[in-house]
């Protein structure tokens, strides 16, 4: 266990579906970041929130809304996915968010999208 | 913007035999370089990584890493693989400024034969 708990581990939703990913960390760590991790392409880096405020977007589209009501929990609202969008999304924290510390990852949920 | 590249897509050992996967990363500035390993259904762990000093790292499970700056290159090394090793593994940099996030290679999937 790293510390970093994602859930669901598998997620199947159609293209209108509107459901949301959740990640939580007990590390007291302050920097918070989701990733997408598909077949044969480097991780992704999506989003990055250093002590709760959104400090990167790497270019998402507005499908992909994250939230971070605290600095142990990070959300990931997914509606009108795209079948492309099926990937691992992984959920990493770090001490900060200044590259300077090592990233803690979770398990990844598995979405795909019908 | 810096990229890290992995050439080895897919490496297939024999148990005993010595292994090196290659990383170049693209960045000129000051770098944190990380390697971190995913098995088989488990999530992204850190084998070892790179801030100053020694550029002969020393990490978990055997594997070594070193950094020549010359070449821009962060090479993992283990003398003698085990079939526990087989799993991907991924090259990762960070540097300064708007650089500062954990920059991934694109992985390489090492295969262990008994």
């Known amino acids: 266990e790293t510390g970093v708990t994602q859930t669901p581990r598998h997620l199947v939703m159609g293209m209108t579906n509107k459901k949301s990913l959740k990640c939580e960390q007990h590390?007291?760590?302050?920097?918070m970041y989701w990733y997408k991790q598909s077949a044969k392409k480097p991780l992704e880096l999506m989003f990055v929130?250093?002590?709760?405020?959104?400090?990167e977007n790497n270019s998402v589209p507005s499908r992909f809304s994250p939230e971070c009501p605290n600095s142990s929990h990070l959300f990931l609202h997914l509606h009108t996915l795209q079948p492309e969008d099926s990937a691992l999304y992984l959920c990493?924290?770090?001490?900060?968010?200044?590259?300077?510390?090592?990233?803690?990852f979770g398990q990844g949920t598995r979405l795909t999208v019908v | 913007a810096q990229s890290v590249s992995q050439h080895n897509h897919h490496v297939i050992l024999s148990e005993a035999a010595s292994l090196e996967l290659g990383c170049n990363y693209s960045?000129?500035?000051?770098?944190?370089l990380f390697w971190y390993v995913q098995y088989p259904g488990q999530h992204l762990q850190l084998l070892l990584k790179?801030?100053?000093?020694?550029?002969l790292v020393k990490g978990i499970k055997g594997f070594e890493a070193e950094f020549i700056k010359s070449k821009f290159s962060f090479n993992l090394r283990k003398p003698s693989v085990q079939w526990s090793d087989t799993a991907e593994y991924f090259c990762?940099?960070?540097?300064?400024?708007?650089?500062?996030?954990?920059?991934f290679g694109s992985g390489t999937q090492l295969t262990v034969l008994p």
């Open positions: 929130y250093n002590f709760k405020e959104q400090t």
């Open positions: 590390l007291g760590h302050n920097a």
């Open positions: 990762a940099v960070t540097g300064p400024g708007s650089a500062r996030q954990l920059t």
């Open positions: 990493a924290s770090s001490r900060e968010g200044t590259g300077s510390t090592e990233a803690f």
């Open positions: 960045y000129g500035g000051t770098v944190n």
């Open positions: 790179y801030f100053s000093g020694d550029p």
